[in-house]
């Protein structure tokens, strides 16, 4: 992630790679679907290193802006199938934001400091695209997102410039991250 964060994305792409070949074990939450719940402990095999901000810290003891809520794709498995999750009165009493969402569900262990697989498929995902690599770049972003959304349309094959590229990569990066310190760094 260093070279990443220089600007540095060929140099990125092939630890990057190789991070991903020794364990690239992605969350898989279209489970959701059958338990209705989303569980993630913090032994999941798609963390590298894991760091909490406490016992419990989910993506949703975080009331969302209103901007980030209306990037969550409406076929999201945990928009649709999570029985607890998302809680909009939830959110106005906590945040002071009618409208808007908080994620409430204690058995998620979010990793909010560390660094998980996911994070590397957006970084390899970027870097490849920084590279004029866009469809190959799209394509690992996709990855993880048909593993979130249900009927998910591939990136990859959609748009033609790093601009347009760097635009999904963002939206869904900004849904893909709630929770963790990833999004500000």
Known sequence: TV??????YAEAIPYAKTALAIRGTIDDRSVVKETLSWALQHDSKN????????????????????????????????????????????????????GSFIYYNSAVRQNVYGIRTEQIYYLLGEALIRTGEI?????????????????????????S????AMELVRNAKAVEMIGSYQTFF
Do not use: C, H
Not at 3 to 8: A, E, I, W, Y
Not at 54 to 80: A, Q, R
């Open 135 to 159: 469809d190959n770049g799209l394509a690992e972003i996709d990855k993880v997102r048909e593993k979130r959304i249900e009927n998910y349309k591939p990136f990859a094959g959609s748009v």
């Open 47 to 98: 963390n590298y290193v894991y760091m909490s901000g406490g016992n419990y810290i989910s993506p949703g003891f975080t009331v969302l802006s209103y901007e980030t809520k209306d990037l969550i794709d409406p076929d999201d498995f945990l928009l649709k199938y999570e029985a607890n999750g998302w809680n909009e009165p939830m959110a106005a009493i906590m945040g002071g934001m009618p």
């Open 161 to 164: 410039t790093e601009a347009e």
């Open 3 to 8: 070279l990443f964060q220089m600007k540095r």
